[in-house]
Every structure is written in structure tokens, then in C-alpha cells.
């Protein structure tokens, strides 16, 4: 029905997010995981949405990138994983790591997420490995893949560790420290930055 929402966000809770567009307020269901993702209130978003249809309810959900709906797509096409299923996949993994996990059958990945047991986990790798094209996602992994800044910098690391340890997600703090890297590069005469530094800046990001 949509293929996507732009507007402003009008609040946001742990599992949603409400879109005005002209005057019309759109009740969008995403991934907890990722809700740090979307812009707050008061600020423009784009939303990529999939329209649920049922006989007792019509539901929106959304996600912050084209890629994240497509593989929600596929997985919502598994017996057995509904879109909420779909949404727990996504928030406790991200769409690369989700598409490693089905190429090399790693059920016991998949299964982390809430609701999906080691059956339906196996049943997504049967039915998607060979809908996921390994040649592009070899080639997304050096550019995409969240934390592999992280792997290469030791004090990207020491910055994302002392961010968990503050009580944020791993997610959330991988994402942080990753976002003021590219800050950081941007910057003019920067040359390799502490930890410190790298931390005072994804400290914006929260």
C-alpha cells in the first residue's frame, strides 16, 4: 500500500513510531532494537513501510532503510516467522548478519531472537539460502557490516567497550562509536584519534 512515509516524527515509544505526514498522524511498528536509529521527535524522518493486512487489523511497519525492508520481506515469507517475528530477527540482528547466519546455516544465530525457536530457525535457512545472492553480500560486508570499524580499531573498541559498560547495548554503542569515526575522518587534519575522543563524540549519538 505505502512504499514509504516522509514526514515528521510526532513521538516515539520502545516499539514505534508515530509519523505525521500532512496533517495525518501514522502509526508505525519497528524493530525495539533499532529505534535509536530513526531521528527524534520533532524531526524528519523517511521510513520504508510494510502494510499487514489481517481480517481484525491493519498494521504499518517500518524500517530505516530500503535493504532492512527487503530482507523483512523474505523472512516474513517463512512459515511460521509473522512480522513481528520478522521485527524480533531484525532487532537483535542486523540484515548482514542475518544473511551470514542463513548462507553458512547457523540456526543457533537466528534463534536468539525472541520467539524463534531452533525449527523455525532451520525452516528460514531451507527456504531463504537460496534466495540470498552471496556475491552481493560479499561485497556489502567491508562497507555495511555494523562494528567492522570496531574489529580494525582497537580504540574504536576500547570506546565502544567503556559505552557498554555505561550500560548501553552493544548495538547501540557499536553504532555510536562507528558514527563519530565518520566524524571524525571528516575533520580536517585528524590524524588517529584516542579513545577519549572517539567516546566524548559518541556520546552525541545517544
Partial sequence: MYAYLKGMVAWKTADRIVVEVSGVGYNVYVSPGRIYEFPECGEEVKVYTYTSVREDAINLYGFITLDELELFKLLISVSGIGPKGGLAMLSVMSADDIRYAIMT????????????????????????????????????????????ALKEDPKARDAADAL???????????????QAL???????????????????LALKYF
Fill in 105 to 148: 546455516g547457523d540456526a543457533k544465530l537466528l534463534a536468539k531472537a525472541p520467539g524463534v525457536g531452533k525449527k523455525t530457525a532451520e525452516r528460514v535457512i531451507i527456504d531463504l539460502k537460496d534466495k540470498i545472492n552471496a556475491q552481493d553480500f560479499e561485497a556489502s560486508i567491508t562497507e555495511s557490516v555494523p562494528g567492522m
Fill in 164 to 178: 557498554i559498560a555505561l550500560g548501553y547495548s552493544a548495538r547501540e554503542a557499536e553504532h555510536a562509536v562507528e
Fill in 182 to 200: 565518520k566524524e571524525l575522518g571528516a575533520q580536517s587534519g585528524e590524524d588517529a584519534a584516542h579513545s577519549d575522543q572517539i567516546l566524548k
